[in-house]
């Protein structure tokens, strides 16, 4: 099982567990979010969500020999490559999102936090936004959403040079709500997840709403956008020698390319 799902006293659990790879995201896993996603709007056991990994790594992102091997296609709503589903799913989700991140958040694992709203952070946390140095481009609205949150030259520095940064200056930036000692993560997380449950649905479902609304066209005009760019350069030279190069335990060399 790669994706770890349960719901209790009205929480919505979705667990990373695929620890070997460390929780790279496969197409199935994609597809498994985007289903448990899309199910709990209209499931009303389900009052709030909690994304987790494992406590030494959230996710290492997209798995590369999947997008290698199965590079995701276009296509809308449950005829796009499950990726894509996932990304619509939890921009759009109706109902509130925490997120428990430790250990490594690489890509995705980063962007998909843009769109949560509550983000707790372990002291071990590292995230990354490696796109440009894997030959891609950002998605899930990260080149949106992150210079709006951050400011440009902030945003730039984390999508252009992909270098990790602590829990600590994500907090600083506005990225993370708060930060934890590791041990302590989950169950706060939890925790305040159950806080949420408890709380009016309705009440907080108009509360998402209003601070989402009127920023969800040019959100999701931004992910077709990335969308596009990102499926070109997922087939282009400079990603095949991003991808073999990871496979490889070498460094990638981009000076051949213009
Ligand atoms: N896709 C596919 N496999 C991945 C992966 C990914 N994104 N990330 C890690 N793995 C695999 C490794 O290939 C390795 O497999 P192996 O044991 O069969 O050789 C295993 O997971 C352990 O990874 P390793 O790199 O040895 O762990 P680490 O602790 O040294 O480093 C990371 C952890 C997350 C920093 C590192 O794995 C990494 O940078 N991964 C790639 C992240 C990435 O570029 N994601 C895509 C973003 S769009």
Do not use: W
């Amino acid at each position: 099982m790669s994706i770890r799902t349960s719901i209790e006293q009205g929480i919505l659990t979705l667990e990373f567990d695929r620890i070997d790879k460390k929780n790279a995201i496969t197409a199935a896993m994609y597809q498994s979010l985007a289903d448990a996603l899309r199910a709990a709007q209209t499931d009303p056991a389900v009052r709030a969500i909690l994304l987790r990994g494992k406590p030494k790594v959230f996710t290492a992102g997209n798995d590369l020999e999947d997008f290698m091997q199965r590079p995701p296609s276009g296509g809308e709503g449950a005829e796009a490559a499950p990726v894509f589903q996932f990304l619509y799913q939890i921009s759009h989700a109706s109902k509130p999102v925490v997120a428990a991140v430790s250990g490594a958040a690489v890509g995705v694992g980063t962007t998909m936090l843009l769109h949560c709203d509550l983000v707790y952070a372990s002291d071990t946390a590292k995230l990354s936004l490696p796109f440009v140095q894997l030959g891609l481009c950002p998605e899930a609205a990260s080149s949106l959403l992150l210079p709006r949150l951050v400011g440009y030259q902030r945003a730039a520095e984390k999508l252009m040079l992909g270098e990790a940064f602590s829990a600590q200056e994500a907090l600083e930036i506005g990225l993370v709500t708060r930060v934890l000692p590791v041990a302590e993560l989950h169950d706060f997380a939890l925790a305040q997840a159950r806080k949420l449950a408890a709380l009016p649905a309705s009440s907080l479902r108009e509360t998402k709403l209003l601070m989402k609304a009127g920023a969800m066209a040019e959100v999701e005009k931004q992910m077709a956008d990335e969308g596009a760019v990102f499926r070109r350069m997922l087939v282009a030279p400079e990603a095949k020698e991003a991808f073999s190069a990871f496979f490889e335990k070498r460094k990638p060399d981009f000076m051949k390319f213009v």
